[in-house]
């Protein structure tokens, strides 16, 4: 694999087929399993569209992953790059803290080429759950510090269950820049436009009952997809396919000559050439 780390761009020359999957949660054994063993997939690049499950744990935790699954994935020559969702820490992002040979999570804007493609990777989403997550993780808080004056740790990379840098940004300078050096003909993101499926809200007001600026937020998260989609679409026809993940459901439209997938948690969609 080839990087230049300045402008984010992350190239795999040895790649012969790319597949997205959708939320992982944490399983990244199995994810392995199902890439390497289930199907058999050899030189491949599997990114995952956000919710990884990057940051519930310790940092040596995910490390001993990596160490655990290495021999198999060498082995069958495949990479996995994860992307950020709203069930991860957005420290781990950043293209250095969690980076191995073989598993490497990547920032917001960056552009990954690999087996004929250029794929343009935003992370990012709301949240419907997370005032219960802040709850829990006070009340577990408050349960390991009752007995102990140790002040809670405010590491960065120190376990949590919710993290409020989780949206995503609409950042005009970096989108510019990799549009224009780069032909993208593929977006994976962890959420998805507004006029894309999920737009049934009915699970979603039972969460706002409990949090009062949930559907503004939300709103708010969808709009900024939006806005990605329009500056994308005004550097001409050049994007093809859109996947995502986030809604744990399984869908598919083609849109304005672009083809939008949804995929559900540990669903596997490979990139047509």
């Known amino acids: 694999m080839r990087t230049d780390t300045h402008h984010n761009v992350y190239d795999f020359p040895d790649s012969r087929s790319v597949v997205i999957c959708g939320d992982i949660h ?8 199902k890439v ?8 491949t690049l599997v990114i995952v569209a956000g919710d990884c499950g990057l940051g519930f744990e310790r940092k040596g935790y995910y490390e001993n992953i990596v160490r655990r699954n290495a021999k198999r994935v060498n082995d069958c020559n495949n990479w996995f790059l994860f992307i950020r969702g709203n069930h991860d820490n957005p420290a781990y992002f950043d293209g250095k803290t969690f980076w191995h040979k073989r598993f490497m999570a990547i920032p917001d804007y960056s552009v990954v080429k690999a087996n004929g493609h250029t794929i343009l990777c935003i992370g990012g989403a709301i949240s419907v759950d997370r005032q219960s ?8 808080q408050r349960k390991v510090h009752r007995d102990s004056h140790t002040p809670m740790s405010n590491e960065l990379l120190s376990p949590n269950y919710y993290w409020p840098d989780e949206a995503p940004f609409f950042n005009k300078e970096m989108l510019s820049e990799g549009i224009s050096m780069h032909k993208v003909d593929t977006v994976v993101t962890h959420t998805a436009p507004s006029f894309c499926e999920l737009q049934n809200k009915n699970g979603l007001l039972q969460w706002a009952i409990n949090d009062d600026t949930l559907l503004y937020d939300v709103h708010r998260e969808r709009e900024t997809m939006d806005a990605i989609y329009q500056a994308l679409k005004s550097n001409g026809d050049t994007v093809k396919h859109w996947y995502y993940g986030h809604f744990h459901q399984s869908w598919h439209s083609s849109i304005d000559g672009v083809l939008f997938r949804m995929l559900d948690i540990m669903e596997l969609a490979e990139l047509t050439p």
């Not at 390497?36 to 030189?43: I, S």
């Not at 997550?133 to 577990?140: F, I, N, P, Q, T």
């Open 133 to 140: 997550r802040k709850d829990a993780w006070e009340y577990s």
């Open 36 to 43: 390497c063993v289930q199907y058999q997939m050899k030189d």
């Open 26 to 33: 944490g399983d990244f054994n199995l994810l392995v399993n």
